[in-house]
């Protein structure tokens, strides 16, 4: 199960992070946060269809909390 989300608390937290991660030229796409996650947000996550585990760790380490991740809803 590839886990493509990166959840995030606010909608600040997801541009900042968007553009940490054209920095490493990793798309990112921020979208909102579908509703079965459980986890409390502003609503808005970042979706990164290659390299999620790096980019999670990238952001990680620029300081960006990371609430956890998510599978994202199939049209």
Known sequence: MNKELILVPS???AMKAKSI???????SYIQ????NTGVKSCGYCLFVPHQTDRAEKLLR????RVLGRAEREKP
């Open 11 to 13: 909608v600040t937290y």
């Open 32 to 35: 909102r946060t579908p509703k």
């Open 21 to 27: 991660l054209e920095q490493y030229q990793i798309r």
């Open 61 to 64: 380490e620029r300081g960006i």
